[in-house]
């Protein structure tokens, strides 16, 4: 069962990167002039999310496999 939990989170989770409702808003807005501080704000959101992501699937993998590296990657290595 928690096999199956994990699998439907990591399931939602990958759409979530694929899609966000900013990015189809952004690319139908007809606005392609960007100020520079926007961009960059855009691409550190990115990062923090995927960094979010990355790290709470390693420790969903290592808590419910009872890993030794649980301990670690909860202090965030």
């Known amino acids: ?7 439907i989170i990591l399931l939602f989770m990958s759409f ?3 899609y966000s409702p ?7 807005s007809g606005n392609p002039c ?7 704000l855009k691409g550190d ?4 999310w995927t960094d979010h992501v990355i ?3 390693n420790y969903i ?3 419910t496999e009872g ?7 909860l202090k965030g290595y």
């Open 45 to 48: 959101l990115r990062k923090l």
């Open 22 to 28: 900013a990015q189809a808003e952004a690319k139908g």
């Open 61 to 63: 993998v290592s808590a």
């Open 1 to 7: 069962m928690k096999k199956l939990c994990l699998k």
């Open 55 to 57: 790290w709470t699937r």
């Open 16 to 18: 979530a990167l694929i």
């Open 34 to 40: 960007l100020s520079q501080s926007a961009v960059q």
């Open 67 to 73: 890993l030794e590296d649980q301990q670690k990657v």
